[in-house]
């Protein structure tokens, strides 16, 4: 008498029937007729949140690596630090609203950790650089900050991860120049021990600082004005200068025969 051991196969070859593995079991079906509406309300939902969800987090990709871990499903399925950031996300940055569902980007989180934040935690900006600040040094080990700044009218990110020192209690990040003018959304996190410490998020949203103006010139006074550089010959090459033609005397033959500019051959007498 033959024993048929179930193995689960490598792929599944499509015949005229389905066998598949299930509870160590060898299990034998015939083809559906037909499938479910992949289209859904629900299904084209969250199809939705996926593609706003995806413009945001590659932007913070580098601090999602730092902030999530990943996990071991009880099928044995590996999953990512990006796509466990991703699922929740899914379920914590969209709240409903009258017109629709809005993405709330105030609850997106750098960690999954649920430590406190240091005391007396503060983030602030001068002209063109973001201060984060707190009481007391971390006593964990090499920790680290995990920084996002978003600008909201270009969308543009920044995105840093800073080792900091056991006493360290402050840390200066300069931003891009032409933000200086414009509001500016921050998340800060830590996380230390070998990623085996991870602190809650801090959201804020920083108003613009005053770009300093020039004083106005007295009356009657005209502005200077820089002039405009010339602009550079290639490399190797002289620049070339536009000449203007310059008519011929009523003594010269013709031009030069050496085609030097603004010289003629004279007659002889």
Known sequence: ??????????????????????GGQLCVRSWPKGYRDARTES???QRGRMARVCEVLPFVKGLIGEGYSPLVKRNGRHVGAYHCAVSTALKEWFIASPGGEAMRLERMRLTDGVRALPEGLEVRRAHDALLVSWNSGLR?????????AREPATNAWVSLLVPVGENVTRVAVRLPPEWAAKAVEVWVAFVGDARRAKSLTRYCMLSPVAVPQLPLPPAGREMLRVAGCPPLARKGRAARVKLTPRAMPP??????????????CLLRE
Request: glycine letters at 6%; proline letters at 8%.
């Open 1 to 22: 008498m033959a024993v048929y051991v179930p193995l689960r196969p490598r792929w599944n070859p499509r015949g005229v029937v389905v066998n598949y593995v299930s």
């Open 43 to 45: 299904q084209q939902r």
């Open 140 to 148: 964990w080990a090499q920790p680290r900050l995990l920084l996002a």
């Open 251 to 264: 003594s010269a033959a013709c031009s030069c025969r050496f085609g030097l500019h603004g010289f003629f």
